[in-house]
Nanobody, 116 residues
Framework: QVQLVESGGGLVQPGGSLRLSCAAS????????MGWFRQAPGKEREFVAA????????YYADSVKGRFTISRDNAKNTTYLQMNSLKSEDTAVYYC?????????WGQGTQVTVSS
């Protein structure tokens, strides 16, 4: 089992930046692949980015490639999502995900609103 708590969401103007954090506890964090998903109002949850257990491999949705960066610090049991050049269409609740042996764990989500 792993517990996930997201933070860092908020209101930002178009073109601005935010950094989301996901703090993990309860299990061996470094064993888990980590990811970020998002869900906008009236839409299904969608993949944003993922990172392997070692941090050696990263994956991004086409819609955020070149603007978002996922990273992790296994010593701090924390995963980050640096979001730059934010657009109104990035507005959503962002969820942290941990995956191990086919099991998924989710945080409670943090709201990101991009608006002028």
């Amino acid at each position: 089992q792993v517990q996930l708590v997201e933070s860092g969401g908020g209101l930002v103007q178009p073109g601005g930046s935010l950094r989301l954090s996901c703090a993990a506890s309860g299990s061996t964090f470094s064993s888990y692949a980590m990811g970020w998903f998002r869900q906008a109002p009236g839409k299904e949850r969608e993949f944003v980015a993922a990172i392997s257990w070692s941090g050696g491999s990263t994956y991004y949705a086409d819609s955020v490639k070149g603007r978002f960066t996922i990273s992790r610090d296994n010593a701090k049991n924390t995963t980050y999502l640096q979001m730059n050049s934010l657009k109104s269409e990035d507005t959503a609740v962002y969820y942290c995900n941990a995956r191990l042996d086919g099991r998924d764990f989710w945080g409670q989500g943090t709201q990101v609103t991009v608006s002028s």
